[in-house]
């Protein structure tokens, strides 16, 4: 009887990853980057209107929730994207703009995936914009 519930465990074990091939196990882990923008004070700013361009300037749908991780906080980019990122070793481009209509904050970031495609990995880019 224990070692049926023992196979029965690691079997829902393995049934919790998703497979993307045989060599692949995916975790149930789901990542985001965020970026916090500020104003000129260092006051996190919110209610901004986000647009987020991949490198050939086509607009991403990325949800921004509002204040799940605190005042002025942003998504850049979540793991629901990994599928626009190659596992080579070049990583790709990201443009972040936030307005309130008058002034701007913007920066550019660099993700790359792993080889599986399971999640984003920030490569380079800022963790604070200025709001100007």
Not at 6 to 31: G, H, M, Q
């Amino acid at each position: 009887m224990k070692t049926l519930i023992i196979i029965f465990l690691l079997v829902i074990a393995l049934v919790s990853c998703s497979t993307v091939d045989e060599d692949c196990l995916c975790t149930e882990e789901y990542r985001f980057f965020l970026v916090t923008v500020v104003d000129t004070l260092d006051v996190p700013v919110d209610s901004l209107n986000v647009t987020i361009r991949d490198k050939d300037g086509d607009e991403l749908n990325v949800v921004q929730d509002p204040y799940p991780f605190g005042a002025g906080k942003y998504t850049v980019l979540n793991d629901s994207f990994t599928q626009m990122f190659c596992s080579c070793t070049t990583p790709e481009k990201i443009y972040f703009s936030a307005s309130d209509g008058i002034r701007i904050a913007a920066g550019e970031y660099l993700f790359s995936t792993d080889k599986c495609r399971c999640h984003i990995n920030k490569v380079s880019g800022p963790d604070t914009l200025v709001l100007k």
